[in-house]
C-alpha cells in the first residue's frame, strides 16, 4: 500500500476539512505545460528520482551507493507555478526516507515545507482542469464563508494511478489558510 501523506483533522466545515500537515519534504519539477500535460510531463522526472535512477546519495549517507530508491508516496501534487503556463508536480518524501537522495536531474528540486494549515475538499472524477476549478471555486467560497484567509497557491491531489477507472479516483483540492484563532 501507498504510504499517504500525515495530516491531523482540526475540524469539519460545511465544504471542507481544517487540517494540520506537519512540516515535510518534497521533491518537485516544474514543466512547462498545460494542465492536463503537466502531471505526466512531471512525473517522469519525479519517478526516476524515487526509483534511484537520477540521485546521488545524501552528503549524510555512509554507504556511499549512488541511486537511493524511495518508497512512492500519495498523493502527487499538482500545483500552478508562478510562471505563466507552467505548473510544479511534486511528491512528498517518506518521512522514514532519512536525508532526501541529492537529484542528478537539474529539474527536479528538494524542498522543506514548514508545518501548516490547509483547507482540503476531496470529490471524485477526472482529473481536468474545469474539474479542478469547478472544486477549488466551491472550496474558496466556503473557505471564505467561515471566515478563513488563502495562503499561497491551491494544490490538487491525485491519490489514484491513471489505469484507475475516473468514477473511483480519489481527488483533493487543498489551499493553505489561516483563520479565526490562528
Known amino acids: 500500500m501507498t504510504e499517504q501523506q500525515p495530516y491531523t483533522v482540526l475540524g469539519q466545515y460545511p465544504g471542507f476539512e481544517l487540517r494540520h500537515y506537519p512540516a515535510h519534504v518534497l521533491a518537485q519539477v516544474t514543466v512547462n505545460a498545460g494542465f492536463q500535460g503537466a502531471g505526466n510531463a512531471g512525473f517522469r522526472h519525479l519517478f526516476a528520482y524515487i526509483t534511484g535512477q537520477n540521485t546521488s546519495p545524501a552528503e549524510t549517507d555512509t554507504?556511499?551507493?549512488?541511486?537511493?530508491?524511495?518508497a512512492m508516496t500519495a498523493p502527487v501534487l499538482l500545483e500552478p507555478s508562478p510562471v505563466p503556463g507552467a505548473f510544479t508536480v511534486a511528491f512528498v518524501l517518506p518521512a522514514?526516507?532519512?536525508?532526501a537522495p541529492i537529484p542528478e536531474d537539474p529539474a527536479v528540486s528538494i524542498v522543506a515545507v514548514p508545518g501548516q494549515a490547509a483547507a482540503a475538499a476531496s470529490f471524485?472524477?477526472?482529473?481536468?482542469?474545469?474539474?479542478f476549478q469547478s472544486h477549488l471555486a466551491e472550496l474558496l467560497a466556503a473557505v471564505s464563508a467561515e471566515g478563513f484567509t488563502t495562503l499561497g497557491r491551491p494544490r490538487f491531489?491525485?491519490?489514484?494511478?491513471?489505469?484507475r477507472p475516473w468514477f473511483l479516483r480519489r481527488n483533493e483540492v487543498v489551499q493553505s489558510v489561516e483563520g479565526p484563532g490562528d
Do not use: C, H, K, Q
Open 63 to 70: 554507504a556511499g551507493t549512488a541511486g537511493t530508491s524511495l
Open 96 to 99: 522514514a526516507a532519512g536525508p
Open 124 to 131: 471524485s472524477g477526472r482529473w481536468s482542469e474545469a474539474n
Open 157 to 163: 491531489a491525485r491519490f489514484d494511478p491513471p489505469f
